[in-house]
């Protein structure tokens, strides 16, 4: 499955430092909000990245999307994943409303 990784912070660190042991999973890109994590975290992995979160779900190679935003953006981020016709893996909570 082609996957792409929303949310470049330490968590990120974390997922790169245990996908090799997933290899039916190939991480397509990056996305963050932040351009400079976006490329940094892009550069030190030798990575693909994305300039938005819209440019990340036009990508027709992405199946689905790793969503490891801080909690508050986990609804947003994850209900347009979900619009744009991708699955979403999210650890945390999928909500920080219960209306959500």
């Not at 430092?17 to 400079?36: F, I, K, M, S």
């Not at 550069?43 to 199946?63: C, F, G, I, N, T």
Request: net charge negative; with cysteine; charged share 25%.
């Amino acid at each position: 499955m082609r996957i792409a990784f929303v949310g470049c912070g330490y968590v990120a660190d974390l997922y790169m430092a245990t996908l090799r042991r997933h290899p039916q999973l190939e991480l397509v890109g990056v996305y963050d909000r932040d351009p400079v994590r976006t490329a940094r975290f892009a550069a030190y992995h030798a990575l693909s990245s994305w300039a938005s979160l819209e440019d990340v779900l036009a990508d027709d190679r992405v199946e689905a999307v790793l969503n490891l935003t801080n909690p508050g953006s986990h609804y947003e981020v994850s209900k347009a994943c979900l619009e744009a016709g991708k699955h979403v893996y999210s650890e945390k909570p999928l909500a920080m409303e219960v209306a959500q």
